[in-house]
């Protein structure tokens, strides 16, 4: 089966490294898989990686004039005509609205699944939210809250699957070798070490970034004087991170914050860690951040957002607290650093509830089901 990925673009964050991750497990099972994007800053790893990448500027997010619309379905109109996919897998609803056309404008009705990672959430554009019930084929819910937002918007339960997110287990293993490495690159010993891996984006009017590393950096700094060796690990750069780092200053936290930037070096930068946070205040249904976290035996916290408490192990590997909730942030990660054996148990936990239901296969058996409920033939290997 050859498989044709359109998306906007390829960024390094949790979207862009799914549809890779997905992509070598696909073709693991003997699938053709290409791409169909704007560009992006994985595109260079996708291509590393062997798959084909036909490059689109018309699909790019800013890109939604007619003239760019047209232009982007004629391209992808020739690439299909070329190619012969038999599986449409659109990464958003516009990506998958135009494959379907192109398909038809050669004379081909595709199956089409989506992957859908986030709705509009803005009372004032809610509207948006009825294309959903427009898109063809069946649609891939990252987590049970997804599929329960997509039923509010009209759409019918049976056109959506719930798949989540999945990782790599073995890209992804803990090793003591690999951490001691790793600390001592970072100039760490004994600290007890919390991280956080995402893109610094700033949203108008809002301090920070919308992962939440500036509340990260606050609730720590409420424990700076209890915990003299904790430290934040920040993994990730964007339009935020300067506000990131006036409130690392604010704080006083410049000797205990360090920052690395964008790196791709994910499993490595893990292992250096004690514990993983997550305090979104926008932007997450299901993170694969925390599932690659909980895959190297983090214990994690986070803030109450979208599908996060669904990845807690009923509050056995996480603990989620208000959106925003400083105080109760600084909470758990103290119950945290103060317990050794309970990080310890708590990562465990975590790692077997990856192994359990959020291994890459099992998301990839969920897909390929998808796509047969959209009409296409898995069982056909090739393309």
């Known amino acids: 089966m050859h498989i044709l990925v359109i998306r906007s673009n390829l960024p390094d964050m949790g979207p862009g490294t799914q549809a890779l991750t997905v992509a070598k497990q696909m073709r693991a099972r003997g699938h053709t898989v290409s791409f169909a994007t704007s560009g992006g800053v994985l595109m260079p790893l996708v291509i590393e990686a062997g798959f084909a990448v036909h490059v689109i500027p018309e699909l790019a997010h800013d890109r939604h004039d007619p003239v760019s619309v047209a232009k982007g379905i004629a391209a992808l109109a020739r690439i299909i005509h070329r190619e012969r996919p038999d599986v449409i897998h659109g990464h958003n609803a516009a990506a998958t609205i135009?494959?379907?056309?192109?398909?038809?404008?050669?004379?081909?009705?595709?199956?089409?699944?989506?992957?859908?990672?986030?709705?509009?959430?803005?009372?004032?554009?809610?509207?948006?939210?009825?294309?959903?019930?427009?898109?063809?084929g069946i649609l891939l819910g990252v987590c049970e809250k997804t599929r329960q937002r997509l039923i509010s918007f009209g759409v019918p339960s049976e056109k959506i699957v719930v798949t989540y997110n999945g990782v790599d287990t073995t890209r992804f293993v803990p090793s003591t070798r690999q951490r001691a490495d790793q600390r001592k690159s970072l100039g760490l010993t004994d600290e007890v070490v919390v991280g956080s891996v995402g893109a610094m984006v700033a949203f108008p009017g809002e301090e920070g970034a919308g992962k939440?590393?500036?509340?990260?950096?606050?609730?720590?700094?409420?424990?700076?004087?209890k915990h003299p060796r904790l430290r934040v690990l920040l993994v990730g750069d964007g339009s935020g991170r300067p506000s990131v780092e006036a409130v690392t200053r604010e704080v006083g936290m410049e000797d205990r914050v360090i920052f690395v930037g964008q790196r791709f070096d994910t499993p490595q930068l893990l292992d250096a860690?004690?514990?993983?946070?997550?305090?979104?205040?926008?932007?997450?249904?299901?993170?694969?951040?925390?599932?690659?976290?909980?895959?190297?035996?983090?214990?994690?916290?986070?803030?109450?957002?979208?599908?996060?408490?669904?990845?807690?192990?009923?509050?056995?590997?996480?603990?989620?607290?208000?959106?925003?909730?400083?105080?109760?942030?600084?909470?758990?990660?103290?119950?945290?650093?103060?317990?050794?054996?309970?990080?310890?148990?708590?990562?465990?936990?975590?790692?077997?509830?990856?192994?359990?239901?959020?291994?890459?296969e099992k998301v990839t058996d969920r897909i390929l089901g998808a796509f047969r409920a959209a009409g296409a033939k898995p069982e056909v290997v090739g393309g």
Request: with cysteine; charged share 25%; glycine share 10%.
């Open 98 to 136: 135009c494959g379907w056309l192109a398909g038809l404008t050669v004379g081909t009705r595709l199956p089409c699944v989506t992957s859908v990672r986030g709705v509009e959430e803005r009372a004032s554009h809610n509207w948006r939210n009825q294309v959903w019930q427009r898109v063809p």
């Open 273 to 360: 860690m004690d514990i993983y946070a997550l305090a979104s205040t926008q932007g997450e249904f299901f993170p694969n951040s925390i599932v690659e976290a909980m895959c190297m035996s983090l214990p994690w916290i986070g803030s109450d957002i979208a599908g996060l408490g669904e990845l807690t192990a009923e509050g056995e590997a996480g603990w989620v607290t208000p959106i925003g909730d400083v105080d109760a942030l600084a909470v758990n990660l103290d119950r945290l650093v103060s317990d050794p054996e309970l990080r310890r148990s708590r990562g465990e936990r975590a790692r077997r509830e990856v192994m359990e239901r959020l291994t890459i």
């Open 212 to 225: 939440g590393q500036h509340l990260l950096v606050r609730a720590a700094a409420k424990l700076k004087d």
